[in-house]
């Protein structure tokens, strides 16, 4: 079972690594990490597993955050009270979005990052990801709000890029009258 010390820290410099594009068929082993990554997520959400396992609470995870430098992500969204929706996206890329942009209240979290960090992350309010499944077949998928930002903070790793790095370091709330909080 995947532990939250297993996912690498924001100071290790593999999450800086750009991922490479998955090729299909997936390896046994990409499923594997793929079925590992969702049970993670899943049982971090649910307060008493996450306490008996000691998982820190998440929504998304890529897979360069594990070491593993290739273009795929997965987000398990907790849409209604123990309800889950699972979110399996290789390759993906953002074809459209809204221009209206939003931000997490409460600042947005991440598991390698194990600290907390005032400043607000411009995301847009609704994006459209277009991906492959485990399969290879090509998929769309729409994410408002919660969800928009989850794809967009896991595209943002498969860049190489953190959240914090979109955080102005010198106005850590600017622009923050131009966009709705969440």
Do not use: W
């Amino acid at each position: 079972m995947l532990k939250t010390k297993d996912i690498l820290d924001e100071k290790d410099k593999r999450l800086r690594v750009i991922s490479k594009e998955v090729v299909f068929p997936l390896t046994n082993k990409d499923k594997e990490l793929i079925n590992t990554m969702i049970e993670y997520l899943h049982n971090s959400q649910i307060e008493e597993l996450a306490e008996k396992y000691d998982l820190r609470p998440g929504m998304g995870m890529a897979a360069i955050q594990l070491g593993v430098a290739k273009r795929y992500f997965v987000v398990v969204n907790e849409y209604d009270e123990g309800q889950f929706e699972t979110y399996v996206l290789i390759n993906p890329r953002i074809i459209s979005n809204s221009v209206e942009q939003i931000y997490v209240e409460n600042g947005e979290g991440c598991l390698s990052v194990n600290r907390p960090v005032e400043g607000i992350v411009p995301r847009y309010a609704r994006v459209t990801v277009e991906g492959y499944d485990m399969d290879g077949r090509k998929i769309q998928v729409r994410g408002r709000e919660e969800l928009a930002i989850a794809f967009q903070h896991e595209i943002d790793h498969l860049d190489g890029i953190i959240f914090t790095d979109k955080i102005d370091k010198k106005d850590p709330f600017k622009g923050k009258e131009q966009m709705r909080a969440i």
